[in-house]
């Protein structure tokens, strides 16, 4: 099946400039930047890879984000994604940001559980994201409640939230790209096809089911042992459900990867990226918030390029270049941006035959 949205792999072939500056040791700004305008969650999901950061009611400051957003985006920062280690939405200001984030001239994205994306919210920056995308890990209320461990009429209030920004999406004429999230895991395999089924019906525009991957610092666990190659006949029945307007990602090439060794020999793509968490620091790696190794410093006491073109970073690059990725969590946010740039770092024999 293929992914039109390019989810299941990577986007960093759009992008030759930024690659050709970073093949030369230019120190490159990055593309993306994943921002979290809050530290706290109103769900406790049973597979949360972020549960060890704790859900502290931390939020981002509006101003102080929006200053450097813009200076960001003059040295090149083309996109940004609010999430983060919780629930984006909680924090008041988040609307505005987003749509001044826009104003900025880039482009905005956002990942939420969906309970706070009522139709003021949507009507108040719906327009601004070039894809919306509610994370829904179970098919009926019960399930629901099981897995997001949340209040029961959560999932009624999630479904009825979509169905508000399809219409709006629709009415307005927005481009805006409205998906959902499954994450598979054994406590959801049978809700799978009834959701799709659901969310088919409402009209958002696709919905993708990925693998879990154990967060080396996470206390969630798979409850039990999980063979993802079990259910690959489950994308045959998702199949059915595809049509001109409702997309089926399902994440096969990922669930494979849990069983082979990477591709790669080190994390290249670090500099490509960026994460600021909802304190305000900005880190090279999502899945080592925490380690000091990987903070690259504060926009509390520096701008967004003093810190990227600071020694504090030049250190942790260095740290990262020296590590075993084994111990790194698996199919990571830049599995397939790694594989290329090993493919274009170390070529093998024979490249000029093209």
């Known amino acids: 099946m293929v992914d039109q949205l390019r989810i299941d792999t990577h986007k960093l072939i759009y992008h030759p400039t930024r690659v050709s500056e970073w093949l030369q040791g230019k120190n490159i700004y990055p593309i993306y930047v994943e921002i979290a305008p809050s530290g706290a969650c109103n769900h406790r999901c049973i597979f949360c890879a972020l549960d060890y950061m704790e859900y502290r009611p931390v939020f981002l400051d509006k101003e102080l984000i929006l200053s450097n957003l813009k200076e960001m985006g003059e040295k090149g920062v ?12 909680l924090n008041r200001h988040t609307p505005e940001i987003v749509w001044r984030t826009k104003e900025l001239g880039i482009d905005v994205s956002m990942t939420s559980n969906g309970v706070l994306f009522s139709r003021e919210a949507a009507e108040e920056c719906l327009g601004c994201f070039s894809w919306v995308r ?45 998906g959902v999230q499954m994450l598979l895991i054994p406590e959801n395999t049978g809700d799978a096809l009834p959701l799709a089924k659901t969310l088919k019906e409402i009209g958002v525009d696709y919905f993708s089911i990925k693998p879990y991957s154990q967060h080396p610092k996470s206390h969630a666990a798979l409850s039990t042992a999980f063979d993802y190659e079990q259910h690959l006949g489950l994308e045959r029945q998702l199949t059915e459900l595809k049509s001109d307007d409702f997309q089926i990602i399902f994440r096969a090439k990922a669930m494979q990867k849990l069983k082979h060794d990477k591709a790669y020999e080190c994390c290249w793509g670090l500099p490509f990226w960026a994460y600021i968490d909802a304190k305000a620091n900005v880190w090279g790696c999502s899945a080592y918030l925490g380690d000091e190794d990987f903070c690259y ?30 111990q790194c969590r698996e199919i990571c946010r830049l599995d397939e941006i790694n594989g290329y740039l090993q493919q274009l770092k170390k070529p093998g024999d024979h490249v000029n035959f093209i």
């Open 134 to 178: 509610f994370s829904v890990n179970a098919g009926s209320p019960a399930s629901y409640q099981t897995i997001h461990r949340t209040r029961s009429n959560d999932f009624e209030r999630v479904l009825e939230n979509l169905q508000n920004a399809v219409a709006l999406k629709r009415d307005k004429g927005y481009r805006t790209t409205i």
């Open 297 to 326: 410093g504060s926009l509390k006491s520096e701008s967004f390029a003093a810190i990227w073109e600071g020694e504090r970073r030049a250190e942790s690059l260095k740290k990262v270049a020296q590590m075993d990725i084994r």
């Open 78 to 89: 083309k996109s940004v994604m609010y999430a983060g280690e919780g629930e984006p939405l």
